[in-house]
C-alpha cells in the first residue's frame, strides 16, 4: 500500500511536465490585435463571471438598425478584483463604450480594455502582454 501511495504522489508530481505545451499556455492573447485598439458603443447584455475569464457581452446598433452582439474577454475574476474591478462593477443594462483590442479574425469582440458607463466612470485593466516577434 504504501508503495502504491509513493507511486500515485510521484505520477502526480510530474503530470505538468507530461502535459503538452498548449494546454499549460491556454491563458493566451494570441486571438486578439493587441497593437490595434478600437471603442464601440452600446448596452451589456450579460457577464459571465467566471474562471478562467470573465466575458462581458453588449449589444451594439449597426448604422442599419440592426443589432450585433459583441463579446468581449477580461482576466480571470480573481486578478479583475485585484485590479479593483468587482462583480457589481457592470450590469447589464448599463449603456457602455468600450476600449478595446479586436479579434484577429474580424468576428465582434475582443479583449476588453476599458469601459466607460454613461456617467464617465472607467471600468478597465492593465492591458494584456506584447506579443512576442
Excluded at 491556454?26 to 478600437?38: G, L, P, T, W, Y
Excluded at 470573465?54 to 468581449?72: M, Y
Aim: charged residues 15%; contains cysteine.
Amino acid at each position: 500500500m504504501k508503495t502504491l501511495t509513493v507511486a500515485v504522489a510521484a505520477c502526480a508530481a510530474f503530470v505538468p511536465a507530461l502535459m503538452p505545451t498548449p494546454a499549460l499556455a491556454h491563458h493566451s492573447f494570441a486571438q486578439f490585435d493587441i497593437r490595434a485598439e478600437k471603442e464601440i458603443s452600446g448596452t451589456i447584455y450579460a457577464i459571465e463571471w467566471a474562471n478562467p475569464h470573465v466575458w462581458i457581452w453588449v449589444k451594439v446598433l449597426n448604422p442599419d438598425g440592426t443589432v450585433t452582439p459583441w463579446g468581449f474577454e477580461g482576466a480571470a475574476p480573481g486578478e479583475l478584483m485585484r485590479w479593483g474591478i468587482a462583480k457589481t462593477a457592470l450590469a447589464p443594462g448599463d449603456k457602455v463604450r468600450v476600449k478595446f483590442h479586436p479579434m484577429n479574425n474580424g468576428k465582434p469582440g475582443g479583449s476588453f480594455e476599458s469601459f466607460t458607463l454613461a456617467n464617465g466612470r472607467v471600468v478597465g485593466m492593465p492591458p494584456p502582454p506584447a506579443k512576442s516577434k
